[in-house]
């Protein structure tokens, strides 16, 4: 009779979500969707000039930022939640977030930049917050699900008024990430989320705003 796998203990799932973390903030991952950029018609592309280039890296750098605290975020989430179907749903969306990363990195390499020094920072905090999301109750995981979401959507299209014209690559990348972050609110929203307060709101716009005039710099 062949010996059963023993069960997993505490230690295993924390070395697991630990060398996730890792590969999140130091390894490139293969995505599980074609890049946007890919698709942009080689005539469409120009030659940038170093101005454009360097405000569409850091932008590119910021939604990179962005993406890896997304994922450190989905993570914690799901580690508390409640729910098994939450769960699933949550790690659903990481996967497409996932892709959002690697589509951020990869842009980030064609630009000639790096991603921000910062981001195991971004990583911890994020990861932080998604637990404690989580801890407060599926509802309100969901709304703070929701919120970032949200947020995240009013920053793109800021990103979208921002990047040149000119970076037609750049431009596909955000674009997509726009339709997918608004799937991800309105999900959240569809599944039950609460209506965070508002001084919740606002602590969430204002640490967000660090993050990405730090992130855009360095």
Sequence with gaps: MDKQFRNPTVADQLIGELDRALNNIFCKQVSSRSYPAAE??????TELNPDEKKLAAGLMRVNHSGEMAAQALYQGQSLTAR???LVDKLRHASIEESDHLNWCRNRLDELGERP???DPL???GSFAIGMAAGIAGDRWNLGFLAETEHQVVRHL???LNRLPEADARSRAIVEQMKIDEQGHA???EDLGAAKLPQPIKEMMKLTSRVMTSVAEKV
Excluded: I
Aim: aromatic share 14%; glycine share 0%; net charge negative.
């Design 40 to 45: 942009v018609p080689a005539e469409t592309t």
């Design 83 to 85: 729910d098994p179907k």
């Design 116 to 118: 921000s020094l910062f």
């Design 122 to 124: 971004w990583y911890a």
């Design 157 to 159: 299209d800021s990103h």
């Design 186 to 188: 309105e999900l959240a």
